[in-house]
């Protein structure tokens, strides 16, 4: 049996696997560090930070394989990221 693979296929799913492990947990990161920003006292903002970066992150490997294409997965997950990445060091020491 003579089994033909489709490279271009195994590419594209490739990037989106890679999307949703990278991009997604950069996400989750920013989201976490931008929880700090809250006006919460900030061992709550952590702990509102942590639990709060599972659903991110669910939701963005979820967003990953839900759009029609990788190249928009990557530009979803850079339109999230940026303003939390702007937040985020916005809070830095």
Do not use: E
Not at 36 to 62: D, E, H, N
């Amino acid at each position: 049996m003579n089994v033909m693979v489709d490279w271009g296929r195994v590419g594209r799913l490739l990037l989106r696997i890679l999307a949703a492990l990278c991009g997604g947990y950069v996400l989750a990161a920013l989201a976490s560090v931008a929880a700090l920003a809250l006006p919460i006292s900030k061992p709550q903002a952590v702990l509102t930070g942590m639990l709060a970066s599972f659903g991110v992150y669910a939701g963005a490997v979820i967003w990953v394989f839900a759009v029609r294409t990788a190249g928009r997965a990557w530009a979803g997950l850079l339109a999230a990221a940026a303003p939390l990445a702007l937040v985020a060091w916005m809070v830095r020491p």
